[in-house]
């Protein structure tokens, strides 16, 4: 069996978009028909500087061993730098292939539903949920600013994630969003939120239950 959800296990077959229906794909080049694991996606989003790389570490451990937590900017390298579409792409394939081990992944990094939605790779999960982490202005100014020369973090960037801020909040609502803000809450209590979220929806899940994010939110 290719775990690779992308390619046919009969002929080898790189589908270009994948034929989905239920837990079943079809190749459409041989007809053949495999069963595969459609488990829903976690990302954990929002703007640098929020809380997600630090938040990360401690939801990985007391989310494991049952979720896989993955920080995205760890393949932000080399061909894929500056192709965003092929590195959304790329991370869809590898979530996907962790789901076939049975464990839902949260994928850490700063995504948008426009930015997955669209994908072929999208087809090989059940839902895609979204939590962003957010945070006053001023506050996500300091923390960038603070932040070491390498990570090149200069006035224009901060404005512009500034402003990604802005839109994120403006249509969260529209977009399914989830919002928790980090202004003035200890890491421990934006663990614990982001624990909840995802236990709460894998068990909502188990139970056969889909509740909208607009009515988690309420």
Not at 40 to 45: D, E, G, M, S, V
Not at 127 to 140: G, I, K, Q, T, W
Request: negative net charge; contains cysteine; glycine residues 6%.
């Amino acid at each position: 069996m290719v775990l690779d959800l992308r390619i046919c296990p009969a002929c080898g077959d790189r589908a270009e978009r994948p034929i989905v229906e239920g837990e079943t794909l079809t190749c459409a080049r041989c007809g053949h028909r495999w069963p595969f694991r459609r488990l829903p996606l976690f990302a954990l989003t929002g703007p640098s500087g929020a809380g997600k790389s630090t938040v990360g570490p401690e939801l990985a451990r007391r989310l494991a061993p049952d979720v896989v937590v993955l920080e995205q900017d760890v393949l932000w390298t080399g061909a894929l730098r500056g192709d965003v579409p092929s590195f959304r792409a790329a991370w869809l394939r590898m979530a996907a292939m962790l789901h076939q081990n049975g464990r839902p992944v949260v994928l850490c990094g700063t995504v948008a539903p426009p930015e997955l939605e669209p994908l072929p790779e999208r087809a090989f999960f059940d839902d895609v949920h979204y939590l962003a982490l957010v945070a006053d202005d001023e506050v996500l100014r300091r923390r960038l600013r603070a932040r070491p020369e390498w990570r090149e973090w200069d006035e224009p960037r901060i404005e512009e994630m500034l402003e990604f801020t802005g839109w994120l909040r403006d249509n969260a609502k529209a977009l399914d969003v989830e919002l928790f803000d980090t202004t003035d809450v200890p890491l421990d209590a934006a663990v614990t939120h982001a624990e909840s979220w995802v236990r709460r929806l894998l068990a909502d899940r188990a139970r056969g239950v889909h509740t909208p994010a607009l009515l988690r939110r309420s």
